[in-house]
């Protein structure tokens, strides 16, 4: 089974809206992590945001914010007042806590946004 | 300064050649990784080092072949190409292995286009 879901292989949002981008994960662990990056058509992976298992407050950073819903197992990436630069490929990935020197992270397959003028 | 550098960005080869693509990192972590991104966009690591030991090998063919000289380093090595090794590559890095909130800093890609 998948560890990490993103339902949306597309979105479209109009420049100055905010976007959802929806990311479920699965994990028996109390303590993770999860994580969104960006990836523009340029094809370098940037790190946007962290939400850790315990966190009691939903991670922001900017312009981007993480809408977290542990009992629903869902990280959702909220991005406010989309730009144009927006556009790129968003991917959710997530590190148990267990699991010694085997502790990678778990990708999910992506979601391509593109922001339209 | 770049962070976390690999070279070169294109590669372009014949089938059945040996290739080898570097990966530095100037930022002092520990860890470093490989990841072959496909042409879906499918992450997947292919390796890990941490402090030049590896701790992450997953299932990749023994064409493949990790080489860490130090900590700041590691390199690919790939030989007897195949059209299904056709990808991008990644390098990156992290500060360490221990906690679940370490996040990792990539290299800008290799694409390699075996033909």
């Known amino acids: 089974a998948q560890k990490i879901t993103q339902t949306q292989p597309g979105m479209f949002v109009q420049e100055k809206e905010a976007v959802t981008l929806d990311c479920t994960y699965d994990?028996?662990?109390?303590?993770?992590?999860l994580f969104w990056y960006k990836q523009p058509s340029s094809g370098e992976m940037i790190f946007l945001i962290y939400?850790?298992?315990?966190d009691e407050q939903n991670a922001t950073e900017g312009r981007y914010s993480l809408n977290f819903q542990k009992a629903r197992k869902s990280a959702n990436l909220v991005i406010s007042a989309s730009q144009l630069g927006d556009s790129a490929m968003y991917f959710c990935?997530?590190?148990?806590?267990?699991?010694?020197?085997?502790?990678?992270?778990?990708w999910g397959l992506g979601t391509s946004l593109a922001v339209n003028p | 300064d770049t962070a976390v550098s690999q070279t070169p960005k294109y590669l372009v080869t014949q089938m059945g050649n040996d290739k080898s693509i570097k990966c530095e990192q100037n930022?002092?972590?520990?860890?470093m990784y490989w990841y072959k991104q496909d042409s879906k966009k499918f992450l997947k690591i292919m390796f890990s080092?941490?402090?030049?030991?590896?701790?992450i090998n997953e299932t990749v063919p023994n064409r493949f072949s990790p080489k860490s000289p130090d900590k700041a380093h590691l390199n690919l090595h790939i030989n007897s190409l195949e059209l299904g090794d056709s990808a991008v590559y990644f390098c990156?890095?992290?500060?360490?292995?221990?906690?679940?909130?370490?996040?990792?800093?990539f290299g800008s890609g290799t694409q390699l286009s075996v033909l």
């Open positions: 990156a890095s992290s500060h360490s292995r221990e906690s679940k909130n370490e996040k990792l800093f």
């Open positions: 930022l002092g972590h520990d860890t």
């Open positions: 080092y941490n402090n030049k030991e590896l701790i």
């Open positions: 994990t028996s662990d109390q303590s993770y992590g």
């Open positions: 939400q850790g298992s315990y």
């Open positions: 990935a997530m590190r148990e806590g267990r699991g010694g020197n085997n502790r990678k992270l778990i």
